[in-house]
């Protein structure tokens, strides 16, 4: 049976080395059977740029590039965490990078893929840090700073990054319903997956053409998670235990 994976927010860290090793468990089970992973966005807890080749790094790039050498496609989407992404990481791990908002066809089912970052309208604040980081002027003057001080300014981002969001109000940090409406009314499709909001379900959206359905990927914690989409049983939100 023909089936395709998407995962999201993994924050793959050097200080949390089970989701690592929960990821290589993943790839290794799927290796050579899917037809595709998706990844969508926040990979890793922070992404410095191409050129930082830690061991761990490296270490995630080759569990990818023996599940992409397998034969099944690979896609990465940017996240929020990890937006400096770039083409030579999708290359050594075998993949391809997709635009957010890409549309891609399930088997039958036209559906949207988004990180989910750009959805959550009323927080005025990341709106205006994402277009910033966003800017393909902002990202070379990052990667043109050496690695140390980049590592310094993402651990600065990431503390500055949880303390504002530890006073923003629930509504401000998930997804705005009318820019999920508007997304999907754009692309025309009547499912979306996406990621980002850490709030893992699956909803019924209002659609001009009649009802929808909103997939929302959970971030990795003593769960994992994960949707599939195959050709007999449609899609299904799934979670597992990582040890």
């Excluded at 966003?134 to 043109?144: E, K, V």
């Excluded at 500055?160 to 509504?171: I, L």
């Excluded at 019924?204 to 769960?223: M, Q, Y």
């Amino acid at each position: 049976m023909a089936y395709s994976l998407f995962i999201s927010d993994l924050h793959l860290d050097p200080v949390r080395p089970e989701h690592l090793a929960a990821l290589e468990v993943l790839l290794d089970k799927h290796t050579g059977k899917t037809d595709a992973l998706y990844v969508l966005g926040d990979l890793f807890e922070a992404w410095i740029g191409d050129d930082d080749d830690t061991p761990f790094n490296q270490q995630a790039i080759a569990a990818f590039r023996r599940f992409a050498d397998s034969g099944s496609k690979l896609y990465f989407m940017h996240g929020n965490r990890d937006f400096l992404l770039g083409q030579d990481f999708a290359a050594a791990c075998g993949g391809t990078l997709l635009d957010e908002g890409t549309v891609v066809d399930l088997y039958g089912t036209p559906t949207l893929l988004m990180h989910g970052d750009s959805l959550c309208t009323l927080d005025t604040e990341y709106q205006q840090f994402r277009a910033m980081a966003r800017s393909p002027q902002w990202q070379q003057g990052m990667l043109t700073q050496p690695l140390e001080q980049r590592r310094m300014i993402a651990q600065g981002m990431r503390m500055q990054s949880q303390g504002k969001n530890a006073n923003k109000a629930e509504n401000i940090m998930d997804v705005t319903p009318e820019e999920v409406v508007r997304e999907m009314t754009d692309a025309g499709v009547q499912h979306l997956i996406h990621g980002h909001t850490h709030r893992p379900n699956v909803h019924d959206v209002d659609l001009p053409g009649g009802t929808g359905k909103r997939w929302v990927l959970g971030d990795w914690g003593a769960l994992g998670w994960q949707i599939v989409a195959d050709s007999e049983l449609g899609l299904r939100l799934e979670s597992f235990a990582i040890s």
